[in-house]
């Protein structure tokens, strides 16, 4: 496993520590921030799920996210326990946004994930109907920073680099 202390924030190496992978395997909701079609910013809680190379999201067609995304690509996500002591995975990068005809296959992942089998497959049954379209939203992350207050500090308080 990779040493936190020695990657600086940014290093997409930081994927592999265990923080990463705890909160990329986690039933918590990622934030993601876009620049919407007026040029404010937005931000919006999703159910993830983590291919390990991708953190893929699912949106219905004719969400308005979907046509942001598209013109304006460059996003931040944040997955995060609040602790104490708080533990916050941070990433960027460009999205790449796919219509899919019918269920994107990773948001029935997803919701067996973050409900459980049972009451996954209820929830899936429920809107899989014929003519059903949706979009795969997904980041191959470029940079990645990670925060849990006791092995990485914020730049601010550390020393030890920054969330620039």
């Known amino acids: 496993m ?9 290093d997409v190496r930081l994927l592999g520590t265990d923080l990463a992978a705890g909160l990329l395997a986690s039933t918590e909701l990622a934030r993601m921030a876009y620049v919407a079609k007026d040029g404010t910013p937005r931000v919006f809680p999703m159910m993830f799920h983590w291919t390990g190379e991708e953190l893929v999201f699912a949106t219905f067609e004719g969400a308005r996210k979907i046509r942001a995304l598209r013109a304006r ?3 931040a ?6 602790g104490p002591p708080p533990e916050i995975l941070l990433l960027r990068g460009a999205v790449e946004v796919t219509d899919v ?3 994107v296959p990773e948001y029935v992942r997803i919701h067996h994930h973050y409900y459980g089998p049972e009451q996954g497959a209820r929830n899936i049954a429920e809107i899989d109907r014929p ?8 980041l191959r992350p470029t940079w990645v920073g990670l925060v849990d207050f006791q092995a990485r500090m914020p ?3 550390s020393g030890k680099g920054d969330l620039r």
Do not use: K, N, S
């Open 73 to 75: 690509p460059d996003v």
């Open 2 to 10: 990779t040493d936190l202390m020695t990657l600086p924030q940014g």
């Open 101 to 103: 005809a019918g269920l």
């Open 77 to 82: 996500i944040t997955i995060d326990r609040p």
């Open 131 to 138: 003519g059903l379209r949706m979009a795969r939203i997904a």
């Open 155 to 157: 730049g601010v308080l």
